[in-house]
């Protein structure tokens, strides 16, 4: 069967922990020696004209495509938060051809600007299409468990039930309410299902929370790790997560 490696990272914008350093360029390198096949991102950075102006390094372009650079040739974004200076949001990267994407809107009116990236992959020698879902979810409680119920409601209704399904992401569930959620809508944990438990990955230099994580559904997992060692730990504010996929 074929099997796929899998990063998910919340990217800070580029910037380090305490945003004193523009590290997008030392962040690429990072994520090419991981040698993923596809890699989640979130609050990535499509525009911002102040950050190019004060950066002699930053990239001509969005940063999910400098990140994506040659070797993964595939890439979908989603944009969430829209301001005067540009946009931000969720990316996915990926080897494998990107058949269709979606970024769905999950924000509570008048709060922070939220969205699921849903990107449906082919992967060889795969017969059924891969869906995945990267997530940024809010900081405040109520607004965390509207958008997971959405997320359930979009995996039941719009996936597949037997297809393979990914979901990787920052989900800020802290008090881990919400995993009780997903579990109910057929999720489960790549780490929970190695370890009995969730990882702790925020902050990155001392984690003390498992707010990021990857769930799947109708696959298998293995080998699932936390890159909180350097250059990790001086790359964002959260450890990214890395785990194997078998389709």
């Not at 060889?124 to 119920?149: D, F, N």
């Not at 409601?153 to 919400?178: H, Y």
């Not at 990155?204 to 990857?214: G, K, T, Y």
């Amino acid at each position: 069967m074929p099997s796929i490696n899998v990063l998910t990272v919340n990217v800070h914008m580029g910037f380090n922990l305490l945003n004193r350093r523009f590290v997008l360029p030392d962040l690429r390198e990072a994520i090419r020696e991981v040698s993923a096949d596809m890699v989640f991102l979130q609050e990535v950075l499509g525009e911002h004209a102040g950050h190019a102006q004060r950066h002699a390094n930053w990239p001509q372009g969005p940063q999910y495509e400098f990140l994506a650079d040659t070797l993964w040739t595939q890439f979908a974004y989603g944009r969430n938060a829209v301001y005067p200076h540009g946009h931000h949001g969720n990316a996915v990267l990926s080897r494998f051809p990107i058949v269709s994407h979606i970024n769905r809107d999950v924000s509570v009116h008048g709060h922070e600007q939220r969205g699921l990236l849903h990107a449906v992959v082919q992967v060889p020698e795969l017969a059924q299409q891969l869906h995945t879902i990267c997530v940024h979810l809010g900081l405040r409680e109520s607004h965390r468990q509207r958008q997971i119920g959405l997320l359930c409601e979009i995996i039941a209704d719009v996936i597949p039930a037997d297809a393979p399904l990914v979901v990787a992401g920052d989900f800020n569930d802290w008090r881990q309410r919400g995993h009780t959620v997903l579990k109910r809508c057929g999720l489960s944990e790549v780490f929970e299902q190695a370890h009995g438990r969730l990882k702790r990955t925020f902050p990155s230099h001392w984690p003390l929370l498992a707010v990021d994580r990857i769930y799947v559904r109708n696959v298998r997992s293995s080998a699932p790790a936390v890159l909180s060692s350097q250059p990790w730990s001086k790359l964002s504010d959260h450890a990214p997560l890395l785990a194997r996929i078998e389709l």
